[in-house]
């Protein structure tokens, strides 16, 4: 069964601190796809980035970074030098194909960041 | 480009009413999908409709419905309210819904049962 565990519920940091968001996976397919989402205060998430299962390149973009390692199914996403416009719920995501040629979207729980000034 | 739309933005209703929520989704979009979203249960799938037609669909019971119009637009429907479906509900949409594409979602509509 596809599952998505994001172990920390809510993690505070002071501003200027690396902070790193954990998310864990598991899959039985060799193709799938792994998302991060931001959730800020006003509701709407937005989306951060995209891996799919044959990129184990790491991503940097600016302060934010991923490290994807299928050894340990692991998805994880850091801030460095967090800001107060940091603090949000962050969801990690994993989708993958159906027998019927449709996909399935999980998401994570959620890890909510504060990031104190 | 607008982002996806969803009305209202809130919403109070009594157990035992019914409800209606609308999500234009981005411009050339086909797909889009709903989810419940509450504190203890994070992001729940709902259902998925692309091109008019319901293809995915989550385990929800049945009070709650759905459909897609021929310009992609989508409402939701529950029916019979329970104090339990007090929650945030997302749309989200995707140009064709594939395993690649990310979500775009909206505001979402907050729907609080008293």
């Known amino acids: 069964a596809q599952k998505v565990t994001q172990a920390q519920t809510e993690i505070s940091v002071v501003e200027k601190e690396d902070v790193t968001l954990d998310c864990v996976y598991e899959t039985r397919d060799t193709t799938y796809y792994l998302f991060w989402y931001k959730q800020p205060p006003s509701g709407e998430l937005v989306f951060l980035i995209r891996r799919n299962s044959f990129d184990e390149q790491n991503e940097i973009s600016g302060r934010y970074s991923w490290n994807f390692q299928k050894s340990t199914s692991s998805f994880n996403f850091t801030i460095t030098a967090s800001q107060v416009v940091d603090s949000a719920v962050y969801f990690c995501?994993?989708?993958?194909?159906?027998?019927?040629?449709?996909?399935?979207?999980?998401f994570g729980t959620g890890t909510r960041l504060k990031v104190l000034a | 480009k607008a982002g996806v739309t969803q009305t209202p933005r809130y919403l109070i209703k009594t157990r035992g009413q019914q409800v209606t929520l609308s999500c234009s989704p981005i411009s050339g979009h086909r797909s889009v999908s709903w989810y419940q979203q509450t504190p203890g249960q994070g992001l729940q799938f709902l259902f998925e409709y692309f091109s008019e037609t319901q293809r995915n669909k989550g385990n929800f019971p049945g009070r709650f419905s759905g459909r897609q119009f021929s310009n992609s637009r989508s409402e939701m429907n529950v029916s019979t309210l329970e104090l339990g479906d007090s929650a945030l509900y997302l749309c989200?949409?995707?140009?064709?819904?594939?395993?690649?594409?990310?979500?775009?979602f909206g505001d979402g509509t907050r729907l609080s049962i008293l």
């Open positions: 995501a994993l989708s993958e194909a159906k027998a019927s040629g449709t996909y399935k979207y999980i």
């Open positions: 989200a949409s995707s140009l064709a819904g594939a395993i690649n594409q990310p979500q775009h």
